[in-house]
């Protein structure tokens, strides 16, 4: 706790430094926008310029500071830690706590194989596995961060809810239907070797990995950001609204089922699909909808569908998207109906 | 002679970080036998859950990260 007090002075400085300099976007945008430019207030160029050059060092700021915040959370959390909490848990408040530790521990689409075989074999529930393997990708915080910057925080606060429910419920149905013989065998007779002790980071090196998920993850992110919000400017400046109402809005039972269908194969991060959902946010799309597609792209996929299958057999595989894929239609429904 | 192995199923992560390891050995002047672990059981026998990892004597270094070039020589002195 020591260490981590040398570094306080230093963190509360950089948070006013930073609170500062996002208090004043607003009205530098609008001094960029109308006293440099020369736009004339209220014209659709000026507005759509005016929220280009605020919304994207705002939204910038907000991931970097968040992400920054998360990468020392992390390195509390370790997988092998994680895994040691839900090991033995019994079945819905492990499935609670999966989906809370899925936010929170860092892992990548890319070692879901290893990290199943690690869980079900040390005695994490199969369910409970399931959960955290629906939360960790779903719920993350550039998702947060986007949405909280794009839409608000009412909406990030939706999605976070929708994505918790979505993996504790999904994941405790599998772990109900009693699937363990439909996992391939050879992953249950695999054997957990032991690492060894962990090493535990000090303070400098927790505050050495917020800088690389930073650099990492903004630094892979950004461009779609811009993108992101250079489609909302020009919708906020131009597109009719309602455009997209007719097809994608309330009205329109088949719209939630469809998004997900078409969500569900695709493959993209949290980042990626956000011009997407600003494009159909600002058209007129139902929230319920456009947020059961942006689950339905960043939960499931092909891509993933082909690393599961190497642990999962076909019909385990099945189930396991077909449940999730028909929670995520099941919130986007009753979020359309609710609002 | 030092043994290092790399453990990842193939992901581009995997690749960056055994040319990060060949020249951090090379840097040391180090010689070492490199070599790709990349069957899901062996790697699970090293107790590891994500990749890639890397492992210097059969002693699990690091899980999980992509190390830079300093890193790894630190792992290996």
Known sequence: ?339 | MLKIQILGTGCPKCKTLMANTEAAAKALGIEAQIEKVEKIQDIMKFGVMTTPALVVDGQVKSAGKVLNVDEIKKHLT
């Open chain 1, 1 to 339: 706790m020591n260490k981590a007090g040398k570094y306080l002075p230093w963190g509360i400085a950089g948070l006013a430094i930073w609170w500062l300099v996002y208090r004043s976007l607003a009205p530098v945008a609008a001094w960029l926008t109308y006293s440099l430019l020369g736009m004339t207030p209220g014209s659709h160029l000026a507005v759509a310029v005016e929220f280009f050059v605020f919304e994207s060092p705002k939204v910038l700021m907000l991931l970097t500071l968040i992400v920054f915040g998360v990468g020392i959370i992390r390195s509390f959390f370790t997988p092998e830690r994680t895994r040691r909490i839900l090991s033995g848990k019994s079945e819905f408040a492990g499935n609670v706590l999966a989906a809370l530790l899925g936010i929170v521990t860092p892992f990548c689409s890319c070692s879901a194989v290893p990290l199943f075989i690690g869980f079900v074999t040390t005695g994490v529930p199969l369910g409970v596995t399931f959960s955290f393997l629906v939360s960790s990708p779903m719920v993350n915080e550039v998702a947060l961060v986007l949405l909280f910057g794009l839409f608000g925080w009412k909406v990030a606060a939706i999605y976070m809810g929708m994505g918790l429910v979505i993996a504790i419920v999904s994941g405790w149905i599998m772990g109900r239907l009693r699937m363990e013989k439909h996992v391939e065998d050879w992953v249950y007779e695999t054997k957990l070797g032991d690492a060894g002790p962990e090493e535990v980071p000090d303070w400098p090196e927790r505050i050495r990995l917020g800088l690389d998920a930073v650099k990492d993850i903004v630094g892979r992110v950004w461009l779609y950001v811009l993108i992101g919000i250079g489609v909302g400017a020009g919708i906020h400046g131009y597109v009719p609204e309602n455009f997209m109402a007719s097809i994608m809005g309330k009205g329109a039972w088949w719209s939630v089922p469809l998004a997900v269908l078409i969500g569900v194969p695709m493959y993209s991060n949290a980042a990626g699909i956000i011009p997407i959902v600003q494009a159909l946010l600002g058209k007129g799309a139902a929230l319920g909808t456009v947020l059961a597609f942006m689950m339905a792209v960043i939960a499931l996929s092909l891509p993933e569908a082909i690393i599961l299958r190497k642990v999962l057999k076909p019909r385990l595989l099945a189930v396991f998207f077909g449940v999730v894929a028909i929670g995520i239609m099941a919130v986007g429904y009753l979020f359309n109906i609710m609002m």
